[in-house]
């Protein structure tokens, strides 16, 4: 079975600085997307950025960035220019593409990111 | 376009009561899924649905209901509340099993007392 670990329960970065939350993950698929999300105090889930497995090139949404890796099955996130509001909690997630055996949004247990001023 | 709704947002709960969360989405997405979040442990999957009369359990189904009689609509059933159900709990929706997106309800909180 597929396995989404963060090992960081929490991180803090101070404003306009940049931070990198770490992921790691478990399968024996080849075809799969990995996600994270970020909820705020506000409880929304709120999609952040999405790698698939096929693709080589790190997904970049404006500020943040992954550094997918997909022979050591790593998926980080980097968050640049760390703003206020980036402070959440952020998940990441695993799916399998179709046809695969985890069609199923599989969570990490969260790091909760604070950002000082 | 409302995207995935959820109702209620807050229920307080007494113990061997039943209830049931509400969830429906307007995008007509065949997935649906049930979640509840809980300190330390992230999304849990409860139970899904990859069409119209089709259920399966997914993570931790102990003490939940599902039905899907449409596609827009998936509710879910606490029979006898306990105050282990106590969380917060997310609805989303997807075009399909395995698709790219999926879309999350902002998330019931529950409290079993």
């Known amino acids: 079975a597929q396995t989404v670990t963060q090992s960081q329960p929490e991180m803090s970065v101070q404003e306009a600085e940049t931070v990198t939350l770490s992921c790691t993950y478990d399968t024996s698929e080849s075809d799969y997307y990995l996600f994270w999300y970020k909820q705020p105090p506000s409880r929304q889930m709120i999609l952040v950025i999405r790698q698939e497995a096929y693709k080589q090139q790190n997904a970049t949404e404006n500020r943040f960035s992954v550094n997918f890796q997909k022979a050591a099955k790593s998926f980080s996130l980097k968050i640049s220019d760390s703003q206020l509001g980036d402070a959440a909690m952020y998940f990441c997630a695993y799916r399998s593409a179709p046809g695969g055996s985890q069609g199923n949004l599989i969570f990490g247990k969260g790091t909760k990111l604070s950002v000082k001023p | 376009n409302a995207g995935v709704t959820q109702t209620p947002k807050f229920q307080v709960l007494k113990t061997g009561q039943s209830m049931t969360l509400q969830c429906a989405q307007d995008m007509n997405h065949e997935y649906m899924s049930w979640y509840r979040q809980d300190p330390g442990m992230g999304l849990r999957l409860i139970h899904y649905s990859v069409g119209a009369g089709i259920t399966d359990q997914g993570e931790v189904p102990n003490g939940y209901n599902v039905s899907r009689s449409t596609t827009e609509d998936f509710p879910l059933r606490l029979l006898s509340a306990a105050p282990s159900q106590t969380s917060v709990y997310f609805c989303?929706?997807?075009?399909?099993?395995?698709?790219?997106?999926?879309?999350f309800g902002d998330g019931t909180r529950l409290s079993i007392l």
């Open positions: 989303a929706s997807s075009y399909s099993k395995g698709a790219r997106a999926q879309h």
